[in-house]
Nanobody, 115 residues
Framework: QVQLVESGGGLVQAGGSLRLSCVVS????????MGWYRQAPGKQRELVAR???????NYADSVKGRFTISRDNARDTVYLQMNSLKPEDTAVYYC?????????WGQGTQVTVSS
């Protein structure tokens, strides 16, 4: 059974940093593309960052230069380092894994940025 478990969310002041982690089990992590999405209240879920199995990355324009996605294949873990956080980054952040044509999601972790 594939499981994605996120951690690292919390409350932080504007300008602060957080690092989210997502541990994957039950899958061949190393061959899968991984991503972070977020959903703010009343808004659609949106892509934040993605990393391929080869390490190529892409980011939403709103987070470029502030967020960094990375992966540790030895630990089956993907990270999202978030710096210079803004109140508009407040959302539930979800880990996503693409295995072939199948998508898997974590349960989400809340990130709240106060002004």
């Amino acid at each position: 059974q594939v499981q994605l478990v996120e951690s690292g969310g919390g409350l932080v002041q504007a300008g602060g940093s957080l690092r989210l982690s997502c541990v994957v089990s039950g899958s061949m992590f190393i061959i899968n593309a991984m991503g972070w999405y977020r959903q703010a209240p009343g808004k659609q879920r949106e892509l934040v960052a993605r990393i391929t199995s080869g390490g190529s990355t892409n980011y939403a324009d709103s987070v470029k230069g502030r967020f960094t996605i990375s992966r540790d294949n030895a630990r089956d873990t993907v990270y999202l380092q978030m710096n210079s956080l803004k109140p508009e980054d407040t959302a539930v952040y979800y880990c996503n894994m693409l295995q072939g044509a199948i998508e898997y999601w974590g349960q989400g972790t809340q990130v709240t940025v106060s002004s």
